[in-house]
């Protein structure tokens, strides 16, 4: 009779320690939380600054990770940012000294990637959603006009096409794709020779392609013909 007298009070003080454990974790005015923060690739995000409740917080180490010390029991709002990432924004509740924070952030190469699965896939507007996601990351980048391009002319939006080809020739690099890319439009699309003549003579000037210069030739030619 002892012997189950003492087992059934060691069970009882072992769900009573337990039972304390549980309200000791969860009662409590402040507490550190513990999180980490990674991309769409499942890597690490070193370097996002936190923002909690307005005031500037900690910033992600090497491994994505972060403390935010003595952080109130309760309801939190939380930003995180960094250059080329699209911002993460949230409503928290702590309520657990225990709870880890795990976030996930998505980068302007990774919205650039999705866009371009989706134009491989042939789903136009699902590649547009990316690349208008991106853009408000980085508005003047040339691969994202390209892409931008290329979905308009999927689209049969082939002056739309156009202007975001010439915004990459006018920030000032010369792309000999770009000015093939052009002249296809202007040759097949537009039905304007001259501007296609313009822009494969750019292309020939970076780039031999007898190919292409047998193609200029004969749009030459026709030209010849048309003002004959």
């Known amino acids: 009779m002892r012997t189950v007298t003492l087992i059934l009070l060691s069970v009882l003080l072992f769900a009573s320690c ?54 109130p029991r309760g309801d939190h709002g939380i930003v995180a940012r960094k250059e080329k990432y699209e911002d993460l924004a949230l409503s928290i509740s702590f309520l657990n000294r225990t709870d880890v924070l795990h976030l996930t952030m998505t980068s302007f190469g990774q919205l650039l990637g999705s866009a371009q699965k989706s134009i491989s896939d042939m789903r136009w507007s699902e590649a547009g959603g990316y690349l208008e996601r991106a ?23 082939f002056p739309r096409a156009v202007n975001y080809l010439t915004a990459i020739l006018a920030a000032g690099t010369p792309q000999p794709a770009v000015y093939l890319f052009l002249a296809d439009i202007y040759q097949n699309d537009l039905d304007d020779p001259a501007k296609a003549i313009a822009s494969l003579e750019s292309y020939l000037r970076l780039r031999a392609d007898p190919e292409t210069a047998k193609r200029l030739g004969q749009l030459k030619d026709g030209q010849a013909k048309r003002g004959g």
């Open 18 to 71: 337990a039972s304390y454990k549980q309200v000791d974790q969860q009662t409590f005015d402040t507490a550190p939380l513990f999180g980490m923060i990674y991309d769409e690739d499942n890597q690490p995000c070193a370097g996002v600054q936190l923002t909690v409740d307005g005031t500037a917080g900690p910033v992600t180490d090497i491994r994505g990770r972060f403390v935010v010390p003595d952080l």
């Open 135 to 157: 853009e408000r990351l980085d508005g003047e980048d040339a691969v994202l006009r390209y892409l931008f391009a290329i979905v308009a002319w999927k689209t049969a939006d």
